[in-house]
């Protein structure tokens, strides 16, 4: 097996996510090209900010990016 000969016990727990009956994604999944490198990766890792209100003032803090790793 992909343990070889190692003695692996049983899970704890396990969660069902349902994933495939979610509407917004269907059953899907990322990937990059064939040919990418690993600083492809990283860029698709990297948060993305949401924009700034229109009427902030320069120097005010920005908004926090939510990150969401899957």
Known sequence: GIFG????PQ???SVVTRWRADPWAR???SYVA???SGSDYD????PV???SPPNQPP???QP???VFFA
């Open 5 to 8: 000969n190692q003695v692996v």
């Open 11 to 13: 899970p704890r727990e």
């Open 27 to 29: 059953g899907s999944y």
């Open 34 to 36: 064939v040919g990418s």
């Open 43 to 46: 860029l698709l890792a990297a």
């Open 49 to 51: 900010a949401p924009p």
């Open 59 to 61: 120097g005010a803090a």
């Open 64 to 66: 926090q990016p939510r």
